[in-house]
């Protein structure tokens, strides 16, 4: 992979969203639970979406409604960073113990072409038994990579034989009701996301 490409765009991506957040919070307050831990996140991120998962059922956001998710996207391809991040999201999980079970975790590709039903049938059990893999059309991952601000782009070198895709890599923290509670960046450390997960069932059963 080209790994300082991938670098200089997450990096990149970092700046511009902690602009957003940074003038998100000038001018609004920012929404009640949005700030709990994690990052400030962007109110106008996130949304429904259509989707297929990898039993080849069809798969909304409606479908994650009344628990907690994690939500990556990512590629079955990647040779380091989706393994990596997926890695630290299962973990997470597994360190929440009982209330882990409240929380899904979901990988969404942005490499549709390869990432059949499929194939995400044999990939999302090397993670976690719990794994969501979902595809989806070309205009329908793109429609739900939008809605999240995720970038990614085809990447071709010539001296490879098959592509690669840059894209973003951060986790996504998805309240009960569907909302983005919460945005991880790439290697936050599992202690830190599960911390955070932790805080929002909490500050949810008060309210
Ligand atoms: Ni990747």
């Excluded at 001018?27 to 979406?49: L, Q, R, Y």
């Amino acid at each position: 992979m080209n790994r300082k490409l991938h670098i200089a765009i997450v990096a990149l991506v970092v700046v511009v969203f902690a602009f957003g957040a940074w003038l998100n919070l000038r001018h609004d307050d920012p929404p009640e639970n949005a700030a709990v831990g994690g990052m400030v996140v962007n109110v106008d991120i996130g949304g429904p979406f259509e989707l297929t998962d990898h039993t080849g059922a069809q798969f909304t956001r409606d479908d994650l409604a009344g628990d907690y998710a994690l939500i990556y996207f990512g590629y079955t391809f990647c040779p380091d960073v989706c393994p990596t991040e997926l890695g630290l999201m299962a973990e997470a999980i597994d360190l929440l113990e009982g209330d882990g079970e409240r929380v899904r975790p979901v990988m969404i590709t942005i490499d549709p072409e390869r990432d059949t039903p499929d194939v995400l049938s044999e990939y999302v059990p090397l993670f976690h038994e719990r794994l969501v893999g979902l595809t989806g059309t070309e205009q329908e991952v793109r429609d739900v990579a939008t809605k999240y601000r995720v970038f990614y782009r085809r990447f071709e070198d010539p001296s490879y034989t098959y592509y690669l895709m840059d894209h973003t890599s951060f986790v996504y923290l998805l309240s009960p009701t569907g909302e983005i509670a919460s945005m991880f960046r790439y290697q936050t450390p599992p202690e830190e996301m599960a911390a955070t997960i932790r805080q929002h069932m909490r500050s949810q059963s008060k309210g």
